[in-house]
C-alpha cells in the first residue's frame, strides 16, 4: 500500500515536471496567480473584518451616519447590506469604463493599466489606514471586492489567449494549485503580521505582489502572441473595437454565455448566505478588528488547504479523463446537500464547515471547469462578455442576495438555508445547462479555425 502511494506520487510529481519542461509560459503563469491571489488574500481578511466591525465610524462617513439618524434608522444594523448595494453600483459604473478600456487599447495597453491602478489604489488606502481616515472600511471593502473580480477576470481572460483548450485541460489544475498556494500564505502573512506591523502597512505588501503579476504579464505576452499565430489569429495585440456594452449583448444571445450566467448568479447565492451569517458569528464572538481578523484568515487558510489538496489529487485527472461535467456537477449537488444539512441543523460549527466546502469546491473544481470553457470562445467573449459575468452579474447576485438575507434572518437561521436549498438547485441547473452547452460549443472551430478537440505543434 505504502509503495503503491508513493508511485502515484512520485507519478504526479513527475507530470508536473514534465510540463514545467514542456511549457515555459507555465512558469510565469504560476507565478502570477500565486502573486495574484496572495496579494488578494493579504487584504481579504480586512475586508471581511470592516465587514464585521461594530465600529461604524470606522466603516462608514460621519455624514452617511448622520443621514441615517436623520431618517430614523442606523446605518451598523444594515452594514453588510449597504456595503454589498454600493459595490454593486460601482461595478455597474466600472462597466463600461472597461469595456471601452479592452474596445479602444491593446492588450499590451490595457493589462499594464488595470494593475497599475490597482497598485496606486493600495498606495491611497495605506494612507487612509495610517491616518485612520473615518469611513475608510465602506471605501476598502468596496474597492476590494472590485479589485478582485477585475484582476482576477483579467488574469483568466489573458490565461486563454497564452494557452489553447488542449494545454488548458492539462495546465489550469497546476495555475489553480499556484494559485491556491499564493491564498494559503496570504493569510498567513496577515495573520503573522497584522499585530507587528499593523493593518496599514499590510497594504504595502499587497501592493508588492501586484508588482510582480505586472512583471509576469510583460513576460507572458510572447507567448500569447505565438500561441495565436499558432492558430492564425494576429488580433490579440490589436484594439478589439466594438462597443463598450457588447459583453451584455453576447451574454444574451449565446447559450454557453447564458448558462454561465445563471450558474454564477446563483452560486453567488449561495456564499452569500453563508458568509453573512459567518459575518453574524464573528460580529458576536470576536469584537475587535485584530480578532476578527485573524478569525476570518483562519477560516481562508481552511478553505485553501483544502482547495489545494483536492487540485492536486483531482482537478487535473477529472478534467482530462471526463472533462468539465464533473467538476461543475459535483460541487453544485455537494452545496444542495449541505444547505439541506443546515436547514436541519443549523450550528455554526456547520455552517463555518458547509462555507469552507462551498468556496473549496468552487476553487478547485468549478472555476478551472468555467474558464476552460472560456478557451472555446471569442476574444470578445473572452475579454466583455467575460467581464460582464464575472463582475456586473456577480454583484447583482452580491446585493439581491444580500437583502435576501436580511428578510429572511429575521425569522431564524433554519429559514434562510431553506430558501439556501431552492437557490442551490437553481445553482445546480444552471450548471447542467453549462454541461450541455459546453458540448456543443466543442463541436465547433473557435475563432482562429483549429479545432478546439486537436492538440496544436509546440
Same mark, same amino acid.
Given at each position: 500500500?505504502?509503495?503503491?502511494?508513493?508511485?502515484?506520487?512520485?507519478?504526479?510529481?513527475?507530470?508536473?515536471?514534465?510540463?514545467?519542461?514542456?511549457?515555459?509560459?507555465?512558469?510565469?503563469?504560476?507565478?502570477?496567480?500565486?502573486?495574484?491571489?496572495?496579494?488578494?488574500?493579504?487584504?481579504?481578511?480586512?475586508?471581511?473584518?470592516?465587514?464585521?466591525?461594530?465600529?461604524?465610524?470606522?466603516?462608514?462617513?460621519?455624514?452617511?451616519? /448622520? =443621514?441615517?439618524?436623520?431618517? &430614523?434608522?442606523? $446605518?451598523?444594523?444594515? +452594514?453588510?447590506? %449597504?456595503?454589498?448595494?454600493? +459595490?454593486?453600483?460601482?461595478?455597474?459604473?466600472?462597466?463600461?469604463?472597461?469595456?471601452?478600456?479592452?474596445?479602444? #487599447?491593446?492588450?499590451?495597453?490595457?493589462?499594464?493599466?488595470?494593475?497599475?491602478?490597482?497598485?496606486?489604489?493600495?498606495?491611497?488606502?495605506?494612507?487612509?489606514?495610517?491616518?485612520?481616515?473615518?469611513?475608510?472600511?465602506?471605501?476598502?471593502?468596496?474597492?476590494?471586492?472590485? #479589485?478582485?473580480?477585475?484582476?482576477?477576470?483579467?488574469? *483568466?481572460?489573458?490565461?486563454?489567449?497564452? #494557452?489553447?483548450?488542449?494545454?488548458?485541460?492539462?495546465?489550469?489544475?497546476?495555475?489553480?494549485?499556484?494559485?491556491?498556494?499564493?491564498?494559503?500564505?496570504?493569510?498567513?502573512?496577515?495573520?503573522?503580521?497584522?499585530?507587528?506591523?499593523?493593518? /496599514?502597512?499590510?497594504?504595502?505588501?499587497?501592493?508588492?505582489?501586484?508588482?510582480?503579476?505586472?512583471?509576469?504579464?510583460?513576460?507572458?505576452?510572447?507567448?500569447? =502572441?505565438?500561441?495565436?499565430?499558432?492558430?492564425?489569429?494576429?488580433?490579440?495585440?490589436?484594439?478589439?473595437?466594438?462597443?463598450?456594452?457588447?459583453?451584455?449583448?453576447?451574454?444574451?444571445?449565446?447559450?454557453?454565455?447564458?448558462?454561465?450566467?445563471? =450558474?454564477?448568479?446563483?452560486?453567488?447565492?449561495?456564499?452569500?448566505?453563508?458568509?453573512?451569517?459567518?459575518?453574524?458569528?464573528?460580529?458576536?464572538?470576536?469584537?475587535?478588528?485584530?480578532?476578527?481578523?485573524?478569525?476570518?484568515?483562519?477560516?481562508? *487558510?481552511?478553505?485553501?488547504?483544502?482547495?489545494?489538496?483536492?487540485?492536486?489529487?483531482?482537478?487535473?485527472? %477529472?478534467?482530462?479523463?471526463?472533462?468539465?461535467?464533473?467538476?461543475?456537477?459535483?460541487?453544485?449537488?455537494?452545496?444542495?446537500?449541505?444547505? /439541506?444539512?443546515?436547514?436541519?441543523?443549523?450550528?455554526?460549527?456547520?455552517?463555518?464547515? $458547509?462555507?469552507?466546502?462551498?468556496?473549496?469546491?468552487? #476553487?478547485?473544481?468549478?472555476?478551472?471547469?468555467?474558464?476552460?470553457?472560456? +478557451?472555446? $470562445?471569442?476574444?470578445?467573449?473572452?475579454?466583455?462578455?467575460?467581464?460582464?459575468?464575472?463582475?456586473?452579474?456577480?454583484?447583482?447576485?452580491?446585493?439581491?442576495?444580500? *437583502?435576501?438575507?436580511?428578510?429572511? /434572518?429575521?425569522?431564524?437561521?433554519?429559514?434562510?438555508?431553506?430558501?439556501?436549498?431552492?437557490?442551490?438547485?437553481?445553482?445546480?441547473? &444552471?450548471?447542467?445547462?453549462?454541461?450541455?452547452?459546453?458540448?456543443? =460549443?466543442?463541436?465547433?472551430?473557435?475563432?482562429?479555425?483549429?479545432?478546439?478537440?486537436?492538440?496544436?505543434?509546440?
Amino acid at each position: 500500500m505504502g509503495s503503491s502511494g508513493s508511485g502515484v506520487e512520485a507519478g504526479r510529481r513527475g507530470a508536473f515536471r514534465e510540463a514545467l519542461g514542456e511549457s515555459p509560459p507555465l512558469w510565469w503563469a504560476l507565478v502570477y496567480f500565486f502573486s495574484l491571489l496572495c496579494g488578494y488574500y493579504v487584504l481579504r481578511p480586512v475586508r471581511d473584518a470592516m465587514a464585521a466591525s461594530s465600529d461604524v465610524a470606522s466603516v462608514f462617513p460621519p455624514a452617511f451616519i /448622520a =443621514l441615517g439618524e436623520h431618517y &430614523g434608522f442606523s $446605518v451598523g444594523a444594515f +452594514t453588510v447590506q %449597504l456595503l454589498f448595494t454600493a +459595490t454593486f453600483v460601482v461595478m455597474l459604473v466600472l462597466q463600461p469604463v472597461y469595456g471601452a478600456l479592452v474596445s479602444r #487599447f491593446p492588450r499590451r495597453v490595457f493589462l499594464p493599466v488595470v494593475y497599475l491602478f490597482f497598485v496606486a489604489c493600495l498606495l491611497g488606502f495605506w494612507w487612509a489606514f495610517d491616518s485612520a481616515l473615518p469611513g475608510r472600511g465602506a471605501l476598502f471593502f468596496i474597492w476590494v471586492a472590485v #479589485f478582485n473580480l477585475f484582476a482576477v477576470t483579467v488574469f *483568466w481572460s489573458f490565461m486563454a489567449d497564452v #494557452f489553447d483548450n488542449v494545454d488548458a485541460k492539462r495546465f489550469y489544475g497546476y495555475i489553480g494549485a499556484g494559485g491556491t498556494l499564493g491564498a494559503l500564505c496570504g493569510p498567513a502573512i496577515t495573520r503573522m503580521l497584522v499585530k507587528p506591523v499593523g493593518i /496599514a502597512n499590510l497594504l504595502l505588501v499587497s501592493a508588492g505582489f501586484m508588482g510582480v503579476c505586472l512583471l509576469c504579464i510583460f513576460k507572458l505576452r510572447r507567448w500569447a =502572441l505565438l500561441r495565436e499565430r499558432l492558430h492564425g489569429d494576429n488580433g490579440g495585440e490589436r484594439a478589439m473595437g466594438g462597443s463598450v456594452l457588447a459583453g451584455l449583448r453576447l451574454v444574451w444571445e449565446r447559450p454557453v454565455l447564458r448558462a454561465m450566467a445563471i =450558474l454564477m448568479f446563483f452560486g453567488v447565492g449561495v456564499g452569500i448566505l453563508l458568509y453573512n451569517e459567518q459575518v453574524a458569528i464573528a460580529r458576536a464572538a470576536y469584537p475587535s478588528a485584530e480578532a476578527s481578523t485573524r478569525y476570518f484568515s483562519t477560516i481562508d *487558510w481552511a478553505i485553501n488547504g483544502l482547495t489545494i489538496a483536492i487540485q492536486l489529487l483531482l482537478t487535473r485527472w %477529472l478534467l482530462r479523463r471526463y472533462g468539465v461535467a464533473p467538476l461543475l456537477l459535483l460541487p453544485a449537488i455537494a452545496i444542495l446537500l449541505g444547505f /439541506a444539512l443546515l436547514a436541519a441543523s443549523p450550528l455554526p460549527l456547520l455552517v463555518a464547515v $458547509v462555507q469552507v466546502m462551498t468556496r473549496a469546491g468552487e #476553487f478547485s473544481l468549478a472555476k478551472p471547469a468555467r474558464e476552460t470553457i472560456y +478557451t472555446l $470562445v471569442d476574444r470578445e467573449s473572452r475579454y466583455k462578455a467575460k467581464a460582464v459575468i464575472d463582475t456586473a452579474i456577480y454583484r447583482g447576485g452580491d446585493v439581491t442576495f444580500a *437583502w435576501a438575507h436580511k428578510a429572511l /434572518a429575521a425569522m431564524g437561521s433554519s429559514l434562510v438555508f431553506v430558501a439556501g436549498i431552492g437557490i442551490a438547485a437553481a445553482m445546480t441547473f &444552471g450548471a447542467w445547462r453549462l454541461v450541455r452547452a459546453e458540448r456543443t =460549443l466543442r463541436q465547433v472551430p473557435p475563432a482562429g479555425g483549429v479545432p478546439a478537440t486537436d492538440p496544436v505543434a509546440r
